[in-house]
């Protein structure tokens, strides 16, 4: 197993390690805690369904828009 640098004290510690035998920091192997990584995880989904939403209105408004503009340029009746 490669030994790296605990992420808080820098004491040489397995990748697989779950904690720092040094300092006790969980996932000392690691760039990033889990709950970071699952941050980061959340916070890319939201971007990517926030796009997809973006994209998929404006593709239904481009659709729909002309319609829409026509009907409320009609004079009243
Ligand atoms: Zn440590």
Redesign the pocket.
């Known amino acids: 197993m490669p030994l790296v640098p605990?992420?808080?004290?820098?004491?040489q510690?397995d990748t697989s390690a779950e904690a720092?035998?040094?300092?006790?920091?969980t996932n000392?192997g690691h760039k990033m805690s889990r709950q970071q990584r699952d941050l980061i995880v959340t916070v890319v989904q939201v971007v990517v369904a926030t796009i997809i939403l973006f994209v998929a209105g404006n593709m239904a408004w481009n659709a729909v828009g002309p319609v829409v503009k026509q009907q409320m340029n009609k004079p009243a009746p």
């Open positions: 605990c992420r808080a004290c820098g004491q510690v720092c035998p040094g300092c006790g920091a000392p």
